[in-house]
């Protein structure tokens, strides 16, 4: 229960208790059809995204199944600001006022220990033509717990470089014919910062704040940001020291990356790389000639990222059995299908380069084979642990003395070890 409390809050004690009882009473159900009156049933699911073409086509499989469950009244997709997401989600669950459906990032480990999320396992497994065997193994570790999985991971983009050609031309720049390095990319920015101005290499919805974004860096490097148990932080190790050193020589000596309060939008054509997922493609509109690769090698190679989001069923809920089915419809092979012209699915069937390209109108087969199917066997997620938000916050205050000048990078890195110890330790 210690982790419900700091997930909720002392004052919810009471409701995250409740939340406990109804994780553990829907443990493992059996199917069952609803019993609910024509029209009874509305479900909310909160989501992060504003993209309206996203929205609709998820209003648009809503109606699909509206059309066949008459019980259904009305099905509302919520959109939360992605910056306060898990506080706004957090209160919610807390004041009673939870979501049926939730889609969720690193506030899972939380979720999963809280009990505040419904057994999906045996539903979907008992769903005909949902096919559970479809899932990778590799994408669903993250959301389940004892082989029981909790959220289904409807998103697993892998991170890539977008390369904005029309640069690099007007630059006098070009990559490297095969497997281009962190090295390689510095280069290349720094002088295409220092031929038009424009930003070198930026790391998407880092800002110098949101740190565990560097993960997509410092994995070249073999770093990690704490060991396998995650009761021990290692951004004190030789392999952290010399990725971070690396970013500050990038920031403050090549310039090759944007400094501190230096805004830079890749896709608004603002510089020549930047690390973002595959499911961003969206932004492209076009303005420019643009390629997209994996990820550069580092020092050790290799490697790749992905970020994941999963949607599950609040266990609070009041409709758990008839958000449980939507559910399943929502992420069974044919929809899983159209959602992955913007979230790269869980499913072996669906990936593949021409699969996915049957719905991506930004990038060819051949992109989405070489940024998607060839990286997510292997990736490696995001930072994930519970507490995200002390983590974040405790991380971020150590971490601000890394951007200056001056800084000493070892001694920052040992200082943040020392901000995140305790939270980690509990």
Request: aromatic residues 10%; hydrophobic residues 45%; charged residues 20%.
């Amino acid at each position: 229960m210690n982790t419900a409390k700091k997930l909720f809050g002392a004052a919810a004690l009471t409701v995250s208790i409740g939340l406990v009882t109804a994780g553990c009473a829907a443990a493992a159900p059996e199917p069952v059809e609803t019993e609910a009156a024509p029209g009874s049933v509305d479900l909310r699911m909160s989501v992060w995204t504003s993209n309206e073409d996203q929205l609709a086509l998820f209003d648009s499989i809503a109606d699909a199944y509206k059309a066949d469950h008459p019980e259904i009244g009305s099905i509302t997709f919520e959109s939360l600001p992605f910056a306060d997401y898990n506080t706004t989600l957090t209160t919610q669950i807390a004041g009673g006022n939870a979501p049926d459906l939730a889609w969720m990032g690193d506030l899972s480990k939380d979720l999963i220990a809280a009990d505040a999320l419904v057994p999906l396992t045996d539903e979907l497994e008992a769903t005909k033509g949902w096919d559970y065997d479809d899932l990778l193994g590799s994408v669903t570790a993250e959301f389940s717990v004892d082989d029981e999985l909790y959220a289904y991971p409807f998103s697993n983009s892998p991170f890539a470089l977008y390369v904005n050609t029309d640069l690099l031309t007007l630059a006098g720049q070009t990559l490297p014919a095969e497997d281009p390095t962190w090295e390689d990319i510095s280069t290349i920015g720094a002088a295409v910062n220092a031929a038009t101005g424009k930003a070198g290499f930026v790391i998407r919805d880092f800002d110098y704040s949101s740190w565990n974004t560097l993960a997509t860096v410092w994995t070249g490097w073999g770093a990690s940001a704490w060991s396998d148990d995650g009761a021990t932080c290692t951004f004190d190790s030789p392999e952290m020291v010399d990725a971070f050193q690396f970013l500050h020589d990038a920031a403050f000596v090549d310039k090759s990356m944007p400094g501190p309060g230096v805004a830079a939008d890749f896709f608004a054509g603002d510089a020549a790389f930047t690390v973002a997922q595959v499911s961003r493609a969206s932004l492209l509109d076009g303005t420019f000639a643009y390629d997209v690769i994996p990820l550069p090698a580092g020092p050790e190679g290799d490697y790749s990222v992905i970020g994941q989001a999963g949607v599950g069923v609040l266990s609070s809920s009041a409709h758990t059995q008839e958000a449980t089915d939507f559910l399943a419809f929502l992420t069974d092979p044919e929809n899983a299908a159209l959602l992955a012209q913007y979230f790269p699915p869980p499913r072996a069937s669906l990936l593949t380069g021409e699969k996915l390209a049957e719905n991506n109108a930004k990038l060819t087969a051949e992109q989405l084979q070489a940024v998607v199917v060839d990286q997510v066997p292997d990736s490696v997620t995001l930072p994930n642990h519970t507490n995200p938000a002390e983590i974040a916050q405790k991380g971020k205050a150590a971490f601000d003395a890394m951007w200056v000048a001056d800084a000493d990078v070892e001694a920052v890195l040992g200082e943040v070890c020392e901000a995140i110890q305790p939270v980690l330790a509990n």
